[in-house]
């Protein structure tokens, strides 16, 4: 295993809690009470899950790629 690897790993586990944040607002589960003031909450809680979703997601696919590619 070589410092690539390590850096691939290490990137997958740094996207975890941003994916599982995003899955989480985009479902419902979670409502924050900082987004109630908004005019349309709902659609503002899901913008900002997808978002956290697709930025979790591009460092968990460099993340793999490192894994793959330097593997």
Request: aromatic share 4%.
């Amino acid at each position: 295993m070589d410092g690539w690897m390590l850096v691939g790993a290490a990137l997958l586990l740094t996207a975890l809690p941003g994916l599982g944040l995003g899955l989480v607002l985009v479902t419902g589960l979670w409502r924050p009470r900082q987004l109630e003031g908004a005019t349309d909450p709902d659609q503002l809680r899901r913008s900002v899950g997808f978002r956290a979703l697709a930025v979790a997601g591009a460092v968990a696919a460099l993340g793999v790629a490192m894994l793959l590619l330097r593997g």
